[in-house]
C-alpha cells in the first residue's frame, strides 16, 4: 500500500466515521444528523487551528502554549466588527477610554524608548520607574470612570462599546488580524526567549488575554457574555416559517424543524470547509516554496542558517504572526458558530493543549497531518464520553446492582475523555513519534 | 495607634496571606525546579502531581476520619501525608519507568520531554477527576484558627484585628521544614551531592562514577514529596479541587522562572515574589492608608491598583518584565 493511499485511508476513515454518527445509533453513535454536522463544524475550525499552530511548530520550531489568548481574541473581533455601535456608550465615555489606552501605548512606547537610548545604570532605573508609575496613574485618571460611565449605560444587555455593525463574515479576517497585531506585540517582545521560557510566556500571556476579556466589560461585556451575534446565515424559526422552505424539505421528506436545523448546520459546514480548502492551499503552497525551505533550515539548525545570512529573529516574527493569525480566524468561525462570546470558557486544556494533542498525532511538520488530526481528534473528544461509558458498562455487568462501585464507575466514566487524550498522545509519541501523517 | 492598626490591618489582609501563599508556590516551584535541574525539561504534569498527591492524602485522612483518629488540633491530614508521598512516589516512579525512561535512553530533545510530559498531565488529571471526582472537598479538621479576629483585639485593645487560621500556620511552619531538610540533603548528603554535580555538568557527573538512573530516581521521589506536600497544604488553606490544581502550574512556573529555572534558592525566592506581587496588587489598600495618613488625607476609592480578578495576570505580567530584563530569571537559571 503506498503512502498516499495510506493517508487517504486515514481521511476516509475519518469521514465514514461523522458518517455513521450520523445514519446509526450503533455502540456509540447518536444516528443524528444534527450532531455528526456539530462534530464536523467544529472539526473543520479545529483543523484550521492545528493548521496554525502547525506553521508555527512544525515548519519553524516554535513552542507557543498561547493558543487560547489568539483564539479569544478572533472571538473579540466578532463582537467588535459585527455588534451594532452603541451611540451612548462613545458619547458618554468611549473615546476618553481611547484616550486612555493611546496614554497607555506612549507610556509603554516611552519606556521602550528609554530602554532603548539612554545609557545602562541608576539613572535610567529612576527615568523609567518615574515614566511607568506616572504613566500607570495618568492612565487609570482617565480610563476609570469612562469605563464606569459606559458600563453603566443599560448593562442588563450593553454596557459595552459595542462594535462596528459591519457584516459578520468580516469579522473572520479581522480576528486574522487582531491576532496578527497581538501576535506581533507579543513576538517583538517574547521572541528572544529559549524554549521552555517562550513556551511559559506565551502560556503566561494567553491567559492575562482571558483575564483582559473577562474583567473590561465595556470591551466584552466580561463574564456577563455577549449573547445574541449576528449571524451569516438565516435562523432557524425564519426558515420554519417559510412556505417555500417547508415545502421544498417536505418534498424531500423531511420534517421543516429538522431540516431547518441541518440546512443552517450544513451552511455553516460548507462555509468552514471553503476556509479551510483556502488556507491549506496557501500553507502547502508556502511549505513549498524556498520560503518554506528556509523556515525548516531554520527549524533544524538555527546556527547554520543564521550563518548562511538569513535573520532568524525575522522569520520567527513572521511565522508567528502568522500562525496566530490562522488561529484567530478559527477563533472567529468558532464565535460565529456559537453566536455568542463567553470569555470564561476559554480553557487552556481545551483551547490550546488539546490542539497540541492534534498537530503531534496528525504528524507535525504535515499539513494534511494537521487537518487529519484536528478531525480525528475532535471526533474522539466528543465521542470519548459515549465510548467510555459503554466500556463501563461492559465493564460493570458483572456487579451487582446498585452496588457503589459501580454507580461510581459510570458516573465517572465521562472523565475519561482527558485520561484517552493523555493516552493517545502518550501512544503516538511513543510508537509513531511523526505523527500519523509525518513530515515528507 | 493608628500606625499599630495600619501595621495589624497590613499583617492581616497581606503579610500573612502572602506568607502561607508564598510558601505553597516556593515548594511547588522547587519541584518544578528539581526536574528542570536534573531532568532537563519543564514539567508540565506539576500541577497535576500535586493534585494526585492531594488526593491520595485526602482518601487517607477520610479513612483516618471514619476509624476515629484524629491529630487532636491539627488537621488529621497531616498524619496521612506520608500515605500520600508514598502513593505519589509510586506514581512517579512508575511514569519515569514507562514513559520518561525511554525518551532518556534516546536523548529525546527537551521539547519532546515537555509534549510527554502534557500527555501525563491530561493522563493524571483525568485519573484525580475519576477517583475522586472534578468537585470541590473538605478535609480540614481540627482547630481552624491559631488566633482569631476577636481574641486579638480583646487582647491588645487596638480597633483592627488579627486572624492567623492554623492552617496558615502550619503552612509556614512546614514550609521551613522542608526546607531546611531539602537543603541540607542537597548540601551534605552523598546522593544530594551527585544530584547537584549531575545538574551542574551531566558529562563530568558521569565520568566520575555517578549513576544517573539513581539520580533521577532520588529526584523523583524528593519531587514527588515536595508536590505532595505542597498540594496538601493549598488544599488545607484554600480548598481541594482538581481544576485548581491544574491552574496553579502557571503561578508555580512564574516563581520558578522569574527565580531561574534550575536554581533552588530562586525558587523560594521566586516563590514569595510572584505570591507578594498578586496579594499587594489586588489588594485594597484604603483601610492601611486610612490608619496610616494623617486625617484628612484618607483616600475616596478602595486604592486597588488592578481588581482581584487580574490576580493570575498579575504573576505573568511580573514573569514577563523580569524576562525581558534578565531572561533566564533573577538567580541565573539554566536554558537547555
Redesign the interface.
Known amino acids: 500500500m503506498t503512502e498516499t493511499m495510506k493517508h487517504t485511508l486515514l481521511f476516509v476513515f475519518v469521514g465514514v466515521m461523522i458518517l455513521l454518527e450520523g445514519m446509526t445509533d450503533f455502540l456509540f453513535f447518536s444516528g443524528s444528523w444534527n450532531s455528526a454536522l456539530v462534530i464536523l463544524n467544529m472539526g473543520l475550525i479545529s483543523a484550521i487551528m492545528a493548521i496554525g499552530v502547525n506553521i508555527q511548530w512544525g515548519f519553524a520550531g516554535l ?1 507557543n502554549v498561547g493558543i487560547m489568548g489568539f483564539t479569544a481574541l478572533g472571538g473579540l473581533a466578532v463582537v467588535l466588527t459585527s455588534t451594532p455601535v452603541i451611540p451612548a456608550a462613545w458619547s458618554s465615555g468611549g473615546v476618553s477610554i481611547l484616550i486612555a489606552l493611546v496614554m497607555g501605548a506612549m507610556t509603554v512606547a516611552a519606556g521602550v524608548m528609554i530602554t532603548k537610548f539612554m545609557a545602562p545604570g541608576k539613572l535610567r532605573m529612576l527615568v523609567l520607574a518615574g515614566i511607568m508609575i506616572v504613566g500607570f496613574f495618568v492612565y487609570r485618571a482617565i480610563f476609570d470612570p469612562a469605563v464606569g460611565s459606559v458600563e453603566a449605560i443599560n448593562p442588563a444587555l450593553q454596557g459595552n462599546i459595542g462594535g462596528l455593525g459591519l457584516p459578520v463574515l468580516l469579522s473572520w479576517p479581522a480576528g486574522g488580524l487582531l491576532a496578527a497585531g497581538a501576535a506581533w506585540l507579543i513576538g517583538k ?2 521572541l ?6 517562550l ?3 506565551t ?3 494567553a ?2 488575554i482571558i ?2 476579556l ?2 473590561e466589560d465595556w470591551l466584552s461585556r466580561g463574564v456577563k457574555n455577549v449573547v445574541g451575534l449576528p449571524r451569516p446565515l438565516p435562523y432557524e424559526v425564519d426558515l420554519q416559517n417559510d412556505p417555500g422552505f417547508v415545502e421544498s424539505a417536505a418534498g424531500l421528506g423531511l420534517d421543516p424543524v429538522l431540516a431547518s436545523t441541518i440546512y443552517v448546520k450544513a451552511g455553516y459546514a460548507l462555509m468552514f470547509t471553503v476556509v479551510l480548502l483556502a488556507l491549506l492551499w496557501m500553507a502547502q503552497m508556502a511549505l513549498k516554496s524556498p520560503w518554506g525551505r528556509m523556515m525548516r533550515a531554520i527549524r533544524d539548525n538555527e546556527t547554520a542558517a543564521e550563518a548562511m545570512g538569513k535573520d532568524v529573529t525575522r522569520r520567527h516574527l513572521q511565522i508567528f504572526v502568522l500562525g496566530s493569525a490562522i488561529c484567530g480566524i478559527a477563533g472567529a468561525m468558532m464565535t460565529t458558530l456559537d453566536s455568542q462570546l463567553t470569555p470564561g470558557t476559554y480553557n487552556p ?1 481545551r483551547f490550546t ?1 488539546l490542539i ?2 492534534m498537530v ?1 498525532v496528525g504528524g507535525s511538520g504535515n499539513n494534511f497531518g494537521a487537518v487529519l488530526g484536528g478531525m480525528l481528534i475532535w471526533f474522539f473528544w466528543i465521542k470519548v464520553e459515549p465510548m467510555g461509558i459503554l466500556l463501563m458498562e461492559v465493564v460493570t455487568s458483572g456487579m451487582a446492582e446498585g452496588s457503589a462501585l459501580k454507580a461510581h464507575l459510570v458516573e ?1 466514566a465521562s ?9 493517545i ?2 501512544l503516538v ?2 510508537f509513531s ?1 511523526r505523527g500519523l501523517i509525518p513530515e515528507k | 495607634m493608628d500606625l499599630l492598626n495600619a501595621l495589624v490591618a497590613l499583617t492581616n489582609f497581606v503579610i500573612v496571606p502572602g506568607l502561607a501563599y508564598g510558601s505553597q508556590l516556593a515548594l511547588g516551584a522547587l519541584g518544578v525546579t528539581l526536574i ?1 535541574g536534573i531532568l532537563r ?2 514539567n508540565f504534569a506539576h500541577g497535576d502531581t500535586m493534585a494526585f498527591g492531594a488526593m491520595v492524602t485526602i482518601l487517607v485522612t477520610w479513612a483516618f476520619q471514619s476509624m476515629g483518629i484524629s491529630f487532636g488540633v491539627l488537621p488529621t491530614a497531616l498524619l496521612a501525608l506520608p500515605f500520600g508521598i508514598l502513593g505519589t512516589i509510586g506514581l512517579v516512579l512508575l511514569t519515569d519507568r514507562t ?1 520518561y525512561r ?1 525518551y532518556r535512553q534516546q536523548k529525546a530533545k ?3 520531554f ?3 510530559s ?10 484525580v ?3 475522586i ?2 468537585g470541590d472537598q473538605r478535609f480540614a479538621d481540627g482547630e481552624r484558627f491559631i488566633i482569631t479576629a476577636r481574641t486579638f483585639k480583646q487582647m491588645t485593645g487596638l480597633d483592627e484585628g488579627l486572624a492567623v487560621k492554623t492552617t496558615q500556620g502550619i503552612t509556614v511552619i512546614t514550609a521551613i521544614i522542608v526546607v531546611a531538610a531539602l537543603f541540607w540533603f542537597l548540601n551534605k548528603t552523598r546522593t544530594g551531592k551527585s544530584m547537584r554535580a549531575y545538574s551542574d555538568n551531566e558529562d563530568l557527573a558521569l565520568l566520575s562514577g555517578i549513576n544517573p538512573e539513581r539520580v533521577v530516581m532520588y529526584t523523583w521521589m524528593i519531587v514527588a514529596a515536595l508536590a505532595t506536600i505542597a498540594g496538601v497544604l493549598y488544599g488545607l488553606d484554600k480548598s481541594f479541587k482538581p481544576f485548581t490544581y ?1 491552574q496553579l502550574l ?1 503561578p508555580i ?2 516563581s520558578a ?1 522569574v527565580g531561574g ?1 534550575g536554581n533552588p534558592l530562586g525558587a523560594i525566592a521566586g516563590g514569595f515574589i510572584i505570591a507578594f506581587s498578586e496579594v499587594t496588587i489586588t489588594y485594597a489598600w484604603k483601610k492601611v492608608l486610612t490608619y496610616g495618613l494623617p486625617d484628612g488625607l484618607s483616600p475616596d476609592g478602595l486604592v486597588q491598583l488592578l ?1 482581584t ?2 490576580k ?2 498579575v ?3 511580573i ?2 518584565v523580569v ?2 530584563f534578565k ?2 530569571g533573577l538567580f541565573k537559571g539554566k ?2
Open positions: 513552542f517582545t517574547a528572544g526567549l529559549r524554549s521552555d521560557y513556551a511559559i510566556a502560556l503566561g500571556i491567559e492575562i483575564a483582559v473577562k474583567n486544556l493543549f497540541w494533542v503531534i465517572s472523565h475519561m475523555r482527558l485520561f484517552t487524550m493523555g493516552l498522545l502518550l509519541l511513543r513519534p | 528542570y525539561f519543564s514513559v525511554f527537551p521539547v519532546i515537555v509534549m510527554v502534557l500527555g501525563v498531565m491530561f493522563m493524571l488529571n483525568g485519573i477527576r475519576f477517583i471526582g472534578p491544574f502557571l512556573f512564574a522562572i529555572l481588581s480578578d487580574y493570575f495576570a504573576s505573568f505580567a514573569l514577563i524576562l525581558l531572561p533566564t536554558a537547555v
